[in-house]
């Protein structure tokens, strides 16, 4: 019988280990995700901030022109 329960302990030992073995791959795989995603979109903001700066430097020259324009009428 001592036996049996020491071989129980021994599997269930196995398991756990397993188990923890598994879970820790699945936070690590997680937390690569996250890291990764949390990367793309800063470069994505980046890029948005970039042309945002662009459109307002193109507005910009546009009204220039624009009021350029308006001047040589007067």
């Known amino acids: 019988m001592e036996h049996v329960e020491r071989r129980l302990a021994e599997e269930r030992a ?9 879970l820790k791959t699945s936070v690590e795989f997680e937390r690569r995700i996250r890291d990764r995603w949390r990367e793309k979109n800063r470069e994505k903001n980046l890029r948005i901030a970039e042309l945002e700066k662009r459109v307002a430097e193109l ?9 350029a324009g308006s001047r040589e009428n007067l």
């Open 14 to 22: 196995k398991v756990e280990a397993e188990y923890r073995k598994v």
């Open 59 to 67: 507005e910009r020259h546009v009204g220039e022109k624009q009021d």
